[in-house]
């Protein structure tokens, strides 16, 4: 395929893109390799349509990235422990992912970005909604962006994905969600990052899996930490993506939130998603006395 036939749209003012002109099944140079690195660090999510892949295309793209983190979390697809499953059956009331975070700010070296193809779609609803950290970062005051500059803060998993908290007090997330017994200890990450490949400023704290600040009490945290969830969700900062069957959205987890809409109650919804490898954060540690 001719590289000169990859477009880059802009999806919403602040963040995402999207790309058209190219089929992800096939070859893929490195000229439109190129052009969608940049489009991913320029708009934090980028979107494809009518991308109908194999379970092998879609573990070669992905390659093509980054090597693969296996979420170790998640049920895996039957035949390839490399594809989450992200689910919800027409009986089932809870979705995964449902409420404003990034996915793996709970590890030592967080996910670079995730993969996500919609296999089967409802015949409404099920958006997903992705926030620009970079935005909300910028559009805070110069005081208290110079204080948060100076900050790191405490990400966990224990409260989600743990024995006795989260989903697995959900009957309905048997099958989905599990291996609590994998839950690693807490780490401490920059509040602010220099994203490695914009070079933009980055907030890096997101309402699931930030507990409090280092060397703050969740208490004293909780105040600041609030103000900065609800700064970073207005809607300047967001947008809202529509699925069908066949879509992409590849989100860069280290500049973007993302929210799975709940609204389709008694509609199956399947996605499969991969997620690529990040690597460690300048400042990032196990946090000590765990």
């Not at 893929?28 to 892949?53: N, S």
């Not at 910028?138 to 948060?148: D, K, N, R, V, Y």
């Not at 989260?166 to 997330?173: F, N, Q, R």
């Amino acid at each position: 395929m001719n590289s000169d036939r990859l477009r880059v749209t802009p999806y919403a003012p602040q963040v995402g893109a999207w790309i058209e002109g190219i089929d992800l099944a096939a070859p893929i140079d490195e000229a439109m390799m190129k052009t969608m690195r940049k489009a991913l660090a320029d708009h934090g999510v980028i979107f494809f349509r009518d991308q109908h892949l194999s379970p092998e295309q879609h573990i070669a793209f992905a390659r093509r990235w980054a090597p693969i983190d296996i979420n170790r979390f998640f049920k895996a697809t039957d035949t390839h422990p490399e594809i989450a499953e992200v689910r919800k059956e027409p009986g089932q009331k809870t979705n995964i992912g449902g409420g404003w975070h990034t996915d793996h700010s709970y590890d030592l070296e967080p996910a670079m970005g995730s993969i996500l193809l919609a296999r089967e779609v409802p015949p409404m609803g099920g958006d997903t909604l992705f926030a620009s950290m970079g935005a909300a970062f910028e559009a805070l005051s110069p005081g208290l962006q110079e204080t948060l500059r100076g900050m790191r803060a405490v990400h966990s998993s224990r409260h989600v994905f743990g024995a006795q908290a989260g989903y697995a007090k959900l009957a309905d997330a048997d099958g989905r969600i599990g291996n609590p017994d994998k839950v690693l200890p807490d780490v401490v990450h920059p509040v602010v990052l220099r994203h490695p490949d914009s070079g933009r400023e980055v907030l890096y704290v997101n309402p699931a899996f930030t507990t409090r600040f280092d060397g703050w009490t969740e208490r004293e945290s909780q105040g600041l930490l609030q103000t900065l969830y609800q700064h970073a969700a207005r809607p300047e900062f967001t947008c809202r993506f529509t699925w069908q069957e066949g879509s992409i959205a590849f989100w860069d987890n280290r500049a973007t939130w993302h929210y799975a809409l709940n609204d389709y109650h008694g509609e199956r919804r399947l996605m499969h998603r991969i997620t690529v490898r990040g690597s460690g954060l300048e400042g990032s540690h196990w946090l000590s006395g765990e």
